[in-house]
């Protein structure tokens, strides 16, 4: 069973920067697929940013531009990069993993953006 664990989450005011990172328990082997996605209180969870194993990303519209989503497939670890942050990206921010061994969820990191 692969664990995720995100982090880098915190508090940041509109227009500031931070940097989530999602480590994996294990080698992921094979074609798969990590993302992050976010939910705001009392919304869905939403796709924003996704990477394959092949390098082939994308984004939902309302942070392209804003965010860059990489992944260091040595160290296990897929990076959500957020610039020009607003406070409209207030959520909890969760990684995802779909692999050929299953789907998998981290617990998730909250990101909140004061105005």
């Known amino acids: 069973q692969v664990q995720l664990v995100e982090s880098g989450g915190g508090l940041v005011q509109a227009g500031g920067c931070l940097r989530l990172?999602?480590?994996?328990?294990?080698?992921?082997?094979?074609?798969?697929?990590m993302g992050w996605y976010r939910q705001a209180s009392g919304k869905q969870r939403d796709l924003v940013a996704i990477i394959s194993s092949g390098g082939v990303t994308n984004y939902a519209t309302s942070v392209r531009g804003r965010f860059t989503i990489s992944r260091d497939n040595a160290k296990n670890t897929v990076y959500l990069q957020m610039n020009s942050l607003r406070p409209e990206d207030t959520a909890v921010y969760y990684c995802?993993?779909?692999?050929?061994?299953?789907?998998?969820w981290g617990q998730g990191t909250q990101v909140t953006v004061s105005s």
């Open positions: 995802k993993l779909t692999s050929t061994s299953g789907l998998f």
């Open positions: 990172s999602c480590v994996a328990s294990e080698t992921i082997y094979g074609t798969n697929v």
